[in-house]
């Protein structure tokens, strides 16, 4: 179960235990909702009922949204061991596509943009950390073991192992998230 590899990541960071985590960890509880009703989307319960379940995330995810300042719509695509460094502030779209062992900082979006043929949403890999305050944004896609720093806007694609940085992010050097993740 996705949830449970999610507590072993946040106890590797954060030491406590698991009832000290779900008590006082404003990402855990935002990703903990997004799990259930994630779970409900995407099961093969009959329409009508699937349905009047997810009507009751609306409310549910609007007190998470107000309490926690993080919006993760349960359409969103987001693999196991996700981890989120600090509340506050994080918006990620509902055709969104995050892959396994993936951290994100505050101030993070992650959304739609572009025109025509290149609207979209990104497709972010496996093992990506992206810093504090970042936007990453458009129908692209980010590889695998990418570092994306803080106040950096990623509107092209990342198709190799790097770092990058800046408004618009460029690679700064080939160092991947290893030490990161």
């Known amino acids: 179960m996705k949830y449970i590899a999610d507590i072993k990541k946040y106890k590797r960071y954060g030491k406590q235990n698991t009832i000290v985590l779900l008590l006082f960890t404003q990402g855990l509880w935002a990703l903990f909702y997004y799990r259930i009703f994630n779970?409900?989307?995407?099961?093969?319960?009959?329409?009508?009922i699937k349905k009047t379940i997810l009507f009751l995330y609306i409310p549910i995810q609007k007190i998470i949204e107000i309490i926690t300042g993080i919006s993760i719509p349960y359409s969103a695509t987001i693999g196991k061991s996700f981890y989120i460094g600090h509340f506050g502030?994080?918006?990620?779209?509902?055709?969104?596509?995050?892959?396994?062992?993936?951290?994100?900082?505050q101030g993070v979006t992650i959304g739609v943009s572009g025109k025509g043929e290149k609207?979209?949403?990104?497709?972010?890999?496996?093992?990506?950390?992206?810093?504090?305050n970042s936007v990453i944004a458009g129908k692209i896609k980010i590889v695998d073991n990418v570092v994306i720093g803080a106040c950096s806007l990623v509107v092209d694609?990342?198709?190799?192992?790097?770092?990058?940085?800046?408004?618009?992010?460029?690679?700064?050097n080939n160092n991947n998230s290893k030490n990161y993740i």
């Not at 779970?39 to 009508?48: A, D, T, V």
């Not at 979209?120 to 992206?130: E, F, L, R, S, T």
Request: glycine share 8%; proline share 7%; with cysteine.
């Open 157 to 172: 694609s990342i198709l190799e192992e790097a770092t990058v940085l800046g408004v618009p992010a460029k690679k700064i």
């Open 89 to 105: 502030h994080i918006i990620i779209h509902p055709s969104t596509i995050i892959g396994n062992n993936c951290n994100i900082s």
């Open 39 to 48: 779970f409900i989307y995407r099961s093969k319960l009959p329409f009508i």
């Open 119 to 132: 609207r979209g949403v990104p497709k972010i890999g496996n093992n990506v950390y992206i810093g504090a």
